[in-house]
């Protein structure tokens, strides 16, 4: 996953391999968790400069999602209470239309703990050129 940064929102574009179906041309929904669950951990990484693990993540699936087009998922801050980051996540098809949406609930550490106890190396990492 290859994740940029779009205004205030996380973006990955990705597409599925065949062995993420969970039925024919279906991409599986524990793997739709995953990909919002990895894109709102990048927007803790990116947009709060420090790492932390997910608390709490809440799915809604709302329409199957084809495996054979180019899939967006996309992160939002959506709130911050001390140590905890709430992110709104969106899983889009080709055609841009919203077929998953979840809720994760992240606990965070200051930038110092999560360098110390999670070797988070600082948002600038993430953003470094391969150039």
Not at 10 to 39: M, Y
Not at 75 to 98: C, F, P, Q, W, Y
Request: with cysteine; glycine share 6%; hydrophobic share 35%.
């Amino acid at each position: 996953m290859e994740f940029f940064e779009d205004g205030s929102d996380i973006v990955c574009i990705w597409r599925a391999k065949p062995e993420f179906q969970g039925f024919p041309n279906r991409l599986h929904g524990g793997i739709q968790s995953t990909l919002l669950d990895e894109t709102a951990c990048w927007a803790v990484f990116l947009k709060q400069g420090t790492a932390g693990f997910t608390a709490k993540l809440d799915v809604r699936f709302r329409h199957t999602v084809s495996i054979d087009q180019d899939l967006t998922i996309r992160a939002r801050i959506k709130e911050t209470r001390r140590n905890l980051v709430m992110i709104e996540t969106t899983l889009s098809d080709g055609s841009g239309r919203i077929c998953t949406e979840a809720e994760a609930t992240y606990f965070t550490f200051s930038p110092d703990q999560a360098e110390k106890h999670m070797a988070y190396p600082g948002s600038e990492a993430f953003t470094q050129s391969d150039d």
